[in-house]
């Protein structure tokens, strides 16, 4: 299967390039795999090199290391996601659950870049969801009840207040909330890689074909060589179901997403010269649109179900004409041909938004599904998942496993058919807001 991801994103182009890339070329053995070099696998490799740092532990990818989802997404690490369920009250003890979990990966984050002095543009400027309905106020009023028992500052926001916030007159009505950071997701994931512990050896473009387990080992097939491993971790997200890994439990989406030119001052002048801002839609299928510090527009308002994941150019270049209208109906003064780049990427989902965070047969864990948080929630659980790994326990992964598990999915083909129906469904609903 094509696993690479095409080489458009514009902030994967922001960093510079690498060198020494080392691939899976002949037969080795270590303590410790971990397949899959996002924020989970990065994270997963820190924390086991950190507790065990005489063992051989080696961390491999079928791309470069951190430039799949967790390098190309759109930067937005979240305390709170709107699109559960909030009106009984054992949905608000359940959005408390995910609330902790959204916390601790904030958290988490956050002392990994204090620690290693990142840069990744990192901004709490918080976050809007909003909409150009009025009728989504509703939804936006039952939101800001539960959040006001959680105790999350927010307000709501109205047409002239938010065009002046924005600079886009097309929304007319907002909930803000003030606990989101606004990053850089390339920045990130590359200071994840740059700081890897020197017992960590990094494998990069060496796609994992076939995996099996015998008596202690775990031999793991690439093309040009082998690995005979004691314990394996898997941290391959929306590419979990292709390895085999709990296929009845997550299924992967590829989104896709553009990014504009900087603007120039008298286009920056001509919208208000707002701060930088992330909105979130308040329709699941809606966009979401992002002014970066640097003055660029980004946009992503697809998400779809694909065999094979990889987009050729022609694709992109059709997904690319969708957000070029979503930034044309926000920004009508600005220029037509802003987009600089369009890219995709693959995430995996849940039938209950839930996440994937287990031991799945003695010395092979898994962790992945974060549903669009899986900034802070990934770095989480591949903290965590290591310190599971190694027989450990600790109060993170006490909240960790307080969260409901990921329901059950019907088998192929009512799978596929359900999720196209419900896509569908909700892509009319949200019509008004891509
Ligand atoms: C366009 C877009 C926008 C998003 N916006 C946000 C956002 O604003 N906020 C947020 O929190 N999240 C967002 N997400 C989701 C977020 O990017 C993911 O949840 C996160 O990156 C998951 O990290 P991960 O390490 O688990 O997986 P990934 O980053 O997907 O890493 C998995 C790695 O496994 C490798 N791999 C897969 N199969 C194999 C194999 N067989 N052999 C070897 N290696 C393999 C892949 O190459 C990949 O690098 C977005 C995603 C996309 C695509």
């Known amino acids: 299967m094509e ?10 182009h922001d960093l510079s390039p690498r060198t020494n890339i080392k691939s899976v070329d002949s037969k080795k053995e270590c303590e410790w795999l971990i397949i899959g070099a996002g924020y989970t696998g990065l994270s997963a490799a820190r924390k086991l090199g950190q507790l065990n740092p005489n063992q051989k532990i080696i961390l491999v990818d079928a791309q470069l290391a951190g430039e799949g989802a967790s390098g190309r997404n759109s930067g937005y690490l979240v305390d709170t996601t709107l699109n559960d369920g909030f009106s009984s009250s054992r949905e608000v003890e359940n959005y408390k659950k995910k609330s902790e979990i959204y916390n601790l990966g904030i958290e988490v984050v956050k002392n990994y870049i204090k620690e290693y002095q990142v840069d990744c543009d990192w901004n709490e400027s918080g976050k809007y969801f909003a909409s150009s309905k009025i009728e989504d ?43 989101g950071i606004l990053l850089h997701p390339g920045k990130l994931a590359r ?14 473009n060496s796609n994992l074909i076939n995996w099996s387990s015998f008596k202690d080992y ?10 005979k491993t004691k314990k394996i971790i898997f941290a391959t997200n929306g590419f979990l179901k292709s390895l085999g890994i709990r296929i009845n439990y997550n299924f992967p989406i590829t989104l896709t997403a553009s990014m504009t030119r900087p603007l120039t001052d008298g286009e920056f002048k001509l919208i208000g010269e707002p701060k930088e801002w992330g909105v979130l839609p308040i329709r699941p299928m809606g966009a979401t649109v992002r002014m970066t510090k640097d003055k660029r527009i980004l946009i992503r308002n697809t998400a779809e179900l694909r065999n094979p994941f990889k987009m050729s150019d022609a694709d992109l270049i059709k997904r ?5 209208i979503g930034i044309k109906k926000r920004f009508p003064q600005l220029p037509e041909n802003l987009i600089k780049s369009t890219w995709s990427g693959i995430v995996s989902r849940t039938r209950n938004s839930s996440q994937i965070f287990e031991k799945i047969k003695e010395n092979i864990f898994v962790a992945g599904c974060y549903n ?3 900034i802070g929630v990934g770095t989480l659980f591949g903290e965590q998942i290591a310190i599971k790994a190694i027989n450990e326990n600790s109060k993170e992964i006490e909240t960790i496993e307080r969260r409901n598990k990921p329901t059950w999915l019907p ?9 196209k129906t419900r896509l569908m469904y909700e892509r009319f609903r949200a019509k008004s807001e891509v």
Request: aromatic share 12%.
């Open 320 to 324: 690319s004409l969708i957000q070029k």
């Open 372 to 374: 669009g948080s899986g």
């Open 3 to 12: 696993l690479n991801n095409d080489k458009h994103c514009s902030w994967i």
């Open 218 to 227: 775990i031999f793991c097939e690439f093309k040009n060589g082998k690995i």
């Open 137 to 179: 106020l509703k939804k936006i009023i039952n939101f800001s009840d539960t959040l006001s028992k959680l105790g999350f500052d927010h307000k709501l926001l109205y047409n002239d207040e938010l065009s002046k916030e924005l600079g886009t007159k097309f929304y007319n009505v907002a909930l803000y909330t003030k606990g």
């Open 191 to 204: 200071s994840m890689v740059n700081t890897l512990p020197n017992n960590v050896e990094l494998y990069e």
């Open 411 to 419: 088998p192929q083909p009512f799978l596929n058919f359900g999720i």
